[in-house]
Each structure stands twice: as C-alpha cells, then as structure tokens.
C-alpha cells in the first residue's frame, strides 16, 4: 500500500538555527498533509497543513514546504528552541475525501542542542 | 476550550481479557478516529467514526471494536488481548464528514499493557 516515510530518523541543531525535516510520500494523488509534533509521553500536536494547491505556508516560526514534482514535504522550523525537541510527524489523506484516515511516516527526532 | 480526553491513562490486562478504552472529542467535533502507536513506531490507524457509524476501518482484526454515542464519544474495546497489543492508543477528532478535510487534534492516549 501506499505509505508515508521520513528521510531522516534524528536531526540535531544548536538553539537558534534553523531546522528543516523532511518527508517523502509515495501518493502522488494525496491531496492534504499535516505535521504532527510529539513529545514524550503525549499525543500528537497539530502543528501546520498544507493542502496540495499550494506550494507552500507559513505559521509562527515554522514553514510548510510542498514539492508535488517530487513528492517532497518539509517543515522549516525559525530559531529551534529547546522547546521544540520532539517527534515530529508527516500525514497525508487520500484523496478520496470518505476514507479520512491519516497516513503517517515514522517521524523524525528533533533534539536542540544547548 | 478541552482538548481531546481519553481514558483511563494507564491499562494493564492479562492475555485472553478485554479492555475498554474511551474518548471524549473536542466540543462541536463529530468525528472520531483510532489509531495504534506500538513502541518506536509510528502511528497506525484503527477506526474512524462519524455522527455514531463506522466510516472507515484500518487493517486490524474484528476483535478490535468500537462505537461512537450520541454525544459523540467513543469507545474502544480490545477483545482476546494478545502480547503484541501493548502500545499507545491515541484517540483523534476532527469537525466532520460535511467540512471536508480538516486537522484531526489528539488526545494524550490510553498505554495499554499486556502481561
């Protein structure tokens, strides 16, 4: 079946620089993608999405990119804090609008070094 | 506003029991999805239900089961827990069918243990 994945298992970054995390999906007919943040021991955090006319979207400090040529999505996180140590999660929906259910990739650890 | 609540926090059960899971979604919320997090991995979706039916069902055995209430909670029940079922089991809503795709927000989830 069709999956979700992540380049990158771990991502370390010093506290202030930028951080990008990328997601490769393999649907090239999906049609909506959220990032998830999860720290330990909670759920998911809904973090940004981006629906696939668009190319790409910004929140407070973070950035959505959507390369549908490539079938690549990053998330582009301003300043990292230490705050933002977590999991973080890609998930697309299908495009058929009644299925619902999330598709995610295997997430990538963020840890932010002091 | 009260995010997504699930309970309880913690589950122990035996091999064999049954387990209960339950989850009260966002107020104005109508659909309610399950998923799966077994230990280092990522999440697996399990049920999806909306305005009290069952929408969509991900590839798990019949012995995992749920409903959803009038008021639009949900349980989740776990029949003949078998070892491989211990793993976190979040609890997702969403607005519903009618609005088309929206963020689906989570709850902390229910560890479920088997012994």
């Known amino acids: 079946g069709e999956s979700v994945g992540l380049h990158l298992p771990t991502l370390s970054v010093q506290e202030g620089d930028n951080s990008i995390i990328n997601c490769a999906y393999s649907?090239?007919?999906?049609?909506?993608f959220i990032w998830y943040k999860q720290e330990s021991g909670k759920g998911p955090q809904f973090i940004i999405d981006?629906?696939?006319?668009?190319d790409k979207r910004q929140g407070q400090r973070v950035t959505v990119l959507l390369n549908k040529t490539v079938k690549h999505l990053s998330l582009q996180i301003a300043a990292t804090q230490p705050g933002d140590s977590a999991v973080y999660f890609c998930?697309?929906?299908?495009?058929?609008?009644?299925?619902?259910?999330?598709?995610f990739g295997s997430g990538t650890q963020l840890t932010v070094l002091p | 506003e009260a995010g997504v609540t699930q309970s309880p926090t913690h589950l122990i059960k035996t091999r064999g029991q049954q387990a209960t899971l339950r989850c009260s979604p966002i107020?104005?919320?109508?659909?309610v999805y399950w998923y799966q997090q077994a230990l280092g991995l990522g999440l697996q979706f399990l049920l999806w239900?909306?305005?009290?039916?069952?929408?969509n069902r991900g590839n798990f055995p019949p012995r995992f089961s749920g409903r959803q209430f009038p008021n639009y909670s949900s349980e989740l029940n776990v029949n003949a827990l078998e070892l491989e079922d211990s793993a976190l089991y979040l609890c997702?809503?969403?607005?519903?069918?009618?609005?088309?795709?929206?963020?689906?927000?989570f709850g902390d989830g229910t560890r479920l243990s088997i012994l």
């Open positions: 997702a809503s969403s607005l519903g069918l009618a609005s088309g795709d929206e963020p689906q927000h």
């Open positions: 649907n090239s007919a999906s049609d909506y």
């Open positions: 981006i629906r696939s006319n668009m």
């Open positions: 998930a697309e929906i299908s495009p058929s609008g009644s299925a619902r259910q999330l598709t």
């Open positions: 107020s104005g919320h109508t659909s």
């Open positions: 239900y909306d305005e009290g039916e069952e929408r």
